[in-house]
T-cell receptor, first 111, second 115 residues
Framework: RKEVEQDPGPFNVPEGATVAFNCTYS??????FFWYRQDCRKEPKLLMS???SGNEDGRFTAQLNRASQYISLLIRDSKLSDSATYLC????????????FGSGTRLLVRP | EAQVTQNPRYLITVTGKKLTVTCSQN?????MSWYRQDPGLGLRQIYY???????DKGDVPEGYKVSRKEKRNFPLILESPSPNQTSLYFC??????????????FGDGTRLSIL
């Protein structure tokens, strides 16, 4: 089983739609969680950190469910510019210096 | 401008010819890391460094070497490249290695093709 798993997609949605991605992680001691965005052939860029209580940044909402070991990303009112691959990233326990990346979920927003 | 700079951006070379990919950051970050990205596998960590002269293996270190003689530089060395090292490589840095709760800043990537 992969340490961080994501549905590869693609999720194909119309502009204005609401779309949600989930990501599961295997290490229950994981401490920090992030969503990164990666455009085709470009470097990953941090979209948002994920906090235990859940957090929102404009149209984006991230949630953490420790009991079920998954994190989610909700995008409201999708824009064409949201088309990208979204990477789930998990850091292990505090003694770990590694970040584990999921293989990404591809989102296509159509006009 | 705060940035992570990798060179070269693209390289096509042949099996066995030693090569070095340079990485430099101007943010005084302690933590630096190298990843490779392959279709369907996501980013996998090759090596990381928590500070000068402190390096450690990631998940896929075989066939690679690194060094951290200065805080700003973290070169990736392929002593004898092989075709299975054809990939997209990213260097990244972040401020503090202890919690790694700060985001990582990535370079633009280096696309290596080993023939």
């Amino acid at each position: 089983r992969k340490e961080v798993e994501q549905d590869p997609g693609p999720f194909n949605v119309p502009e204005g739609a609401t779309v949600a991605f989930n990501c599961t992680y295997s290490n229950s001691a994981s401490q920090s969680f992030f969503w990164y965005r990666q455009d085709c052939r470009k470097e990953p860029k941090l979209l948002m950190s994920v906090y235990s209580s859940g957090n929102e940044d404009g149209r984006f909402t991230a949630q953490l469910n420790r009991a079920s070991q998954y994190i989610s990303l909700l995008i409201r009112d999708s824009k064409l510019s949201d088309s990208a691959t979204y990477l789930c990233v998990v850091k292990g326990e505090d003694s770990s210096y590694k970040l584990i990346f999921g293989s990404g979920t591809r989102l296509l927003v159509r006009p | 401008e705060a940035q992570v700079t990798q060179n070269p951006r693209y390289l096509i070379t042949v099996t066995g010819k030693k090569l070095t990919v340079t990485c430099s950051q101007n943010m005084n970050h302690e933590y630096m890391s190298w990843y490779r990205q392959d279709p369907g596998l996501g980013l996998r960590q090759i090596y990381y460094s928590m500070n000068v002269e402190v390096t450690d293996k990631g998940d896929v270190p075989e066939g690679y070497k690194v060094s951290r003689k200065e805080k700003r530089n973290f070169p990736l060395i392929l002593e004898s490249p092989s075709p299975n090292q054809t990939s997209l490589y990213f260097c990244a840095s972040s401020q503090n290695p202890q919690g790694l709760r700060q985001p990582q800043h990535f370079g633009d990537g280096t696309r290596l093709s080993i023939l």
